[in-house]
């Protein structure tokens, strides 16, 4: 037998015990990655090499204040400006409530020259340009509806208090978000009554070196106008829209703290209560010649494993269900993607192991302390 | 022979509030080398605590024990248990065996804390069970063992180190006579083949027999010292 042995078999003696301890740190730790994978997706938004080169131009006030669509030309002539869409966001829904997935008005002739990972076929993309209540929808978005080519949808929209009637002439893939519609401008403009604004404006920079001139370029143009910019890249815009849904993370982060409080609770009591029952065996041991600082590891490794144990289950079991669900489907669009990430099992784990620690440190303490003789005269 | 434990002038007082509980008072003694030394006397009159601070358990209030040349009072906590670890071999009244541990790794314990690689470990822990007749319990878990091979592998854990001294306190209280004499014989057999310094706290007289010299000690005081003729 090893001092790992020995462990092993305090560990086991209440079998019980130890699978309703390691199931609810497991649980925990679930819990944790789920509610970190949810703060990242919602806060972090996956990028990729083509949208870095992507700006947006929005009015300084706020996400939710229009531009003036006659920006767009001279945005357009900003040198490093490859291309530049109007850009709006309709918020509709389709039959109802919980329909709900991302649709925007945009530049049918630009669009894809902005969002280049996406590939449509050419005889669609010519048909979208062509008709002027024409859509193109995301893959996702048409498989989650059951909807083909050549469907009439009508969207219903809150915000803008206007309903489009839209026919789906094409389908795009690839890219970071394969959820979204977009539809002519022009056709939204005509149904708000030649409205002559937009929400903002999407831009495809040439090259990484252009991303700063041209985000200032652009603002300084507008500058003492009758609206002022704020143009910023397309992630850091995602991260300001997503923060108009409130703190989500302040949110998160108090539900998370909950949750490793109470398994520091859990594995604390269930630590002292192994500890305590064995106080005449460590005064035993004490007796065969164990110092204190041996008694101390034996305990700690025990505590740190359980709760290892547990955190191995909670968060791989949760990355292991995650990644063979389709979460897209599940919540209904609200998630792209639901990836616990190897950043967050590593934390995850690495809580578990520190309150593992944390979690004996009490008991371990008392019995180290614990005379012999004291506990010599424990009963079992 | 010459004496491996000396005391002199040894004093154990507790304090309880405002009272002072003197649990042994003044007491000198020698003890030489091989001995199977009983330490009688009627309860409360001191004796596991004079066992007790001889195994380094406990510290003298004043008053020194001195085991093989080493003034046991002077180590330091850390000290004191490596100490035990090489010096001592406890033999306890309730076995106190690890129930999650076979015989085998009961006796395995002490020498975990010893550089012993696992073949020389398994040797020594064979060869302690083998002394004590247990070598076909090896894997038994101690609740599958009676109370006498109980004892019988707790003994076989006290001498795995080969220690100093054994020290006993009331190793047959909770035996029958039947198995408390197989105890008292292997004590013996170990004192008189191994040459073990054995002491032993009983109230037996029974089992003080076995001894070769019976100290008597009550009220915390030493009484008398006798010597024993061979049985
Ligand atoms: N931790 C303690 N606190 C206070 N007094 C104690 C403590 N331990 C022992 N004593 C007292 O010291 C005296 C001697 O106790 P000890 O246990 O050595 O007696 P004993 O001879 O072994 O008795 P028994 O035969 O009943 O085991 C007793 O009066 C006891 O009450
Ligand atoms: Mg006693």
Known sequence: ?380 | MQAIVQIRGLCRAYRQGDIEVVALNNISLDIPEGGFTALMGPSGSGKSTLLHIIAGIDRPTSGSCVVRGVNVAELSETELAGWRNSQIGFIFQTFNLIPVLSAFENVEMPLLLTGLSGAERRAHVEAALELVGLQDRMHHLPRQLSGGQEQRVAIARALVTDPTLIVADEPTGNLDARAAADVLELLTVLNRDAGKTIIMVTHDPKAAGFARRMLHLEKGELLRDEEMRGV
């Open chain 1, 1 to 380: 037998m090893t001092a790992a042995g020995f462990i092993m078999r305090n560990a086991l003696r209440n079998k019980r015990r130890l699978l309703l301890t390691v199931l609810s740190v497991s649980l925990s730790l679930f819990l944790f990655a789920t509610l970190q994978t949810a703060l990242r997706e919602l806060t972090e938004p996956q990028t990729n090499a083509e949208a870095a080169l992507r700006v947006i131009t929005r009015h300084r006030i706020s996400v939710a204040t229009v531009l003036p669509q006659k920006y767009l030309n001279r945005i357009r002539q900003v040198p490093g400006v490859e291309a530049v869409s109007q850009f709006t966001w309709l918020g509709g829904v389709y039959q109802d409530e919980k329909n709900f997935f991302p649709q925007f008005a945009v530049d049918p002739d630009t669009i894809f020259k902005i969002i280049t990972e996406a590939k449509v076929d050419p005889l669609q993309r010519a048909a979208f340009e062509r008709e002027r209540t024409a859509c193109i929808v995301g893959i996702k978005t048409m498989n989650r509806f059951g909807w083909k080519v050549g469907d009439r949808i009508t969207l219903t929209s809150e915000i803008w208090n206007c309903s489009p009637e839209l026919v789906i002439r094409g389908v795009y893939s690839g890219g970071i978000d394969e959820s979204n519609l977009f539809f002519h401008h022009d056709y939204f403009d005509e149904l708000m009554d030649g409205f002559g604004k937009t929400g903002a404006f999407w831009i495809k920079v040439r090259d990484e070196a252009a991303i700063q001139p041209v985000i200032n370029a652009i603002d300084s143009s507008f500058r003492n106008s009758e609206a002022e910019t704020k143009t910023e890249t397309e992630r850091a815009f995602q991260l300001g829209f997503i923060s108009m849904f409130g703190n989500i993370q302040m949110l998160i982060g108090s539900i998370s703290t909950v949750v490793v409080f109470t398994m520091l609770l859990v594995t604390a009591s269930t630590m002292s209560m192994a500890i305590r029952e064995r106080m005449r065996e460590i005064a035993v041991l004490k007796v065969l010649g164990f110092r204190g600082s041996e008694i101390f590891g034996l305990i700690l490794a025990e505590s740190f494993g359980l709760a290892l144990l547990g955190g191995i289950v909670g968060c791989g079991g949760a990355r292991l269900l995650y990644s063979n669900l389709d979460i897209y489907t599940l919540t209904q669009g609200f998630f792209l993607k639901f990836e616990v990430t190897p950043h967050i099992l590593a934390s995850g784990l690495l809580l578990a192991g520190g309150l593992g620690v944390l979690s004996c440190l009490a008991p371990a303490w008392a019995g180290i302390r614990m005379s012999v003789l004291d506990g010599l005269k424990e009963v079992d």
